[in-house]
C-alpha cells in the first residue's frame, strides 16, 4: 500500500483529516470483503454461526483466522492444536505494530486496550503513513474500528450464506481459504528474498503434507521460512522507495 507523503506541500487541516477519513475508510470497506468468505469456510469447516461469529469478535486478524480454519478444517479436532499454533505464529506480527503505535496511542489503560483490538496489518499501514501524529491517530482509529465492525458483519453474513449453501466442495468454497491467503501474501513477494522464503516454505509444506497429521506441515514450514529470512541468503534489494511515497 502507497500514500503520498504529505509534508512536501501543506494542506488545510480539515482537507487533511477528510483525506484520511477517505483513506481509512476505502481500506475498511475492501478488507472487510473477505470476512464473507472466512464466515462460509469456518461454518463449512464444522463451526456453527456462533463459534464464527466470536472467532472474529476474539482473534480478529484475518490471517490468522484463515490459517486457523485451513488447518482445522483439514483435520478436525485432532488438528486443533496445530491450528491454534498456526493462527498464533501469524499473530506474532501483531506485536511488532503494537510496539510501532505505542508512541502514537499514548498512555492511558483503556485507550491502549481498545488499541489492542484494532491495531492490525490496515490499522498501521494507514497510521503510519501520515505525516502528523493527529492524523495518524485519526488513520489509526478510523482504519482499526471501521475494520473490525465491517469485518465482524461480513463474518456473519458468510456464516448464515455458508449454512445456506451446505457442502464447500459444490461451490468451490474448499479452496476459498487458501486463495485468500494467497492474497493476503501475493503484494509482499516484492523482493527475491520474500520470494525465496514464500517458495521454501511451499515446497517443504508440500512434500510433508501426505505424509504427517495435517497442520504440522505448515508448523515446520513457519520454521523453514524462519531460517531462510534470518541467514537472508538472497541479500536485500538495493531498490530505495520513491521519494515522497511511504511504502506499507
Known amino acids: 500500500m502507497c500514500s503520498v507523503d504529505r509534508t512536501a506541500k501543506a494542506e488545510p487541516p480539515g482537507l487533511a483529516r477528510r483525506e484520511v477519513w477517505r483513506e481509512g475508510v476505502g481500506v475498511a470497506v475492501a478488507t472487510s470483503a473477505y470476512g464473507i468468505s472466512f464466515g462460509a469456510l469456518a461454518v463449512a469447516s464444522g463451526l456453527d454461526v456462533w463459534q464464527t461469529c466470536v472467532l ?3 482473534m480478529f486478524t484475518g490471517g490468522s483466522q484463515f490459517a486457523f480454519i485451513g488447518v482445522f478444517s483439514a483435520g478436525g479436532m485432532s ?31 483503556w485507550k491502549r486496550a481498545a488499541a489492542a483490538q484494532v491495531t492490525i496489518d490496515e490499522s498501521t499501514a494507514v497510521a503510519i503513513s501520515q505525516s502528523t501524529r493527529p492524523q495518524r491517530l485519526l488513520g489509526f482509529w478510523v482504519t482499526g474500528i471501521g475494520v473490525f465492525v465491517g469485518w465482524n458483519l461480513t ?6 450464506l455458508g449454512d445456506v449453501l451446505g457442502d464447500p466442495k459444490t461451490w468451490g468454497l474448499d479452496a476459498a481459504a487458501a486463495a485468500a491467503f494467497l492474497a ?8 527475491r528474498q520474500a520470494i525465496a522464503v514464500g517458495v521454501a516454505a511451499a515446497v517443504v509444506a508440500s512434500a510433508l503434507t501426505p505424509f504427517i497429521m495435517p497442520g504440522l506441515p505448515v508448523l ?11 541467514f537472508n541468503w538472497l541479500g536485500r534489494d538495493e531498490r530505495p522507495a520513491d521519494e515522497g511515497e511511504a511504502v506499507a
Do not use: C, D, E, H
Not at 220 to 230: N, P, R
Open 56 to 58: 472474529s469478535l476474539l
Open 79 to 109: 488438528a486443533l492444536p496445530s491450528a491454534v499454533a498456526s493462527a498464533a505464529l501469524l499473530g506474532v506480527r501483531n506485536m511488532a505494530y503494537g510496539m510501532r503505535m505505542s508512541p502514537i496511542i499514548g498512555s492511558g489503560f
Open 155 to 160: 463474518t456473519l453474513l458468510g456464516a448464515l
Open 184 to 191: 493476503l501474501l501475493w503484494p509482499r513477494l516484492k523482493q
Open 220 to 230: 515446520v514450514a513457519a520454521v523453514v521460512a524462519i531460517v531462510v529470512g534470518w
